[in-house]
């Protein structure tokens, strides 16, 4: 769910998936990296089933040059992340080094092997793309690891609900292009003098110190 926030220069409303999504919208187009480049919209218009049936493999693959709705997860998860109220499973969550496979081969319920999965790859992307101070340097690190978490998550979501479905596509299409949307979310961070970079920007001592006096202001509110 969005939350509304204000700009404290502007004093402007906005809300946090629009303000994401023109980010990372703004971060595809300015690096050259504009959504549906490779995808023919009328490749199946008004064609025959016999030829949709021939040329399937074709049709897939025009499928996921489709990006729109990678867009849209990568916009709602980050999202979801700034919301206080977003909760995650983090018993599931290993570090860079480690691999949710040794956690998910102990599960039976495709569901959960699904979740162990998803939330290791979304760790993954948005950590290399965003929030690892290492980030710039770290080039094409954990790449692999990424696309394959995101590949196993779609398999297991498919068997979870007995085919394909949106989400399972969005998955498939970040398994196959991880390295780029990392790309996007860097060159997102790295054009930003503000919200991305924040971190960046201070020692950790300073930033803890400004944690510590938010909590004060924001219980005189309550």
Same mark, same amino acid.
């Given at each position: 769910m969005p939350i509304n926030f204000i700009y404290t220069d502007s004093l402007e409303t906005d809300t946090t998936e629009s303000y994401f999504s023109n980010h990372f919208l703004n971060a595809r187009i300015d690096n050259n990296q504009p959504s549906n480049a490779e995808y023919d919209p009328i490749l199946e218009d008004q064609r025959e089933l016999e030829w949709k049936e021939a040329?399937?493999?074709?049709i897939k693959n025009n499928d996921l040059n489709y990006e729109e709705d990678i867009n849209q997860y990568i916009t709602i998860s980050l999202s979801e992340l700034v919301n206080p109220k977003f909760t995650t499973n983090s018993s599931y969550l290993v570090n860079t080094s480690s691999d949710a496979g040794k956690i998910a081969i102990n599960l039976d319920n495709a569901s959960d092997i699904y979740q162990v999965f998803r939330v290791n790859?979304?760790?993954l992307l948005f950590y290399l793309g965003l929030f690892s101070q290492n980030s710039n340097i770290l080039g094409d690190a954990y790449f692999d690891k %990424? %696309? /394959?978490y995101y590949n196993s998550a779609a398999c297991s979501l498919k068997r979870a @609900? $007995? $085919?394909r479905s949106g989400l399972s596509d969005v998955l498939e299409k970040l398994a196959l292009k991880f390295g780029k949307y990392v790309e996007i979310l860097r060159y997102m961070k790295n @054009? /930003?003098?503000s919200f991305f970079s924040f971190h960046f920007q201070y020692k950790s001592e300073e930033i803890n110190a400004f944690q510590k006096q938010l909590s004060v202001e924001c219980q005189k509110r309550k």
């Open positions: 040329h399937w493999k074709e790859a979304d760790f %990424g %696309g /394959s @609900r $007995g $085919g @054009r /930003s003098s």
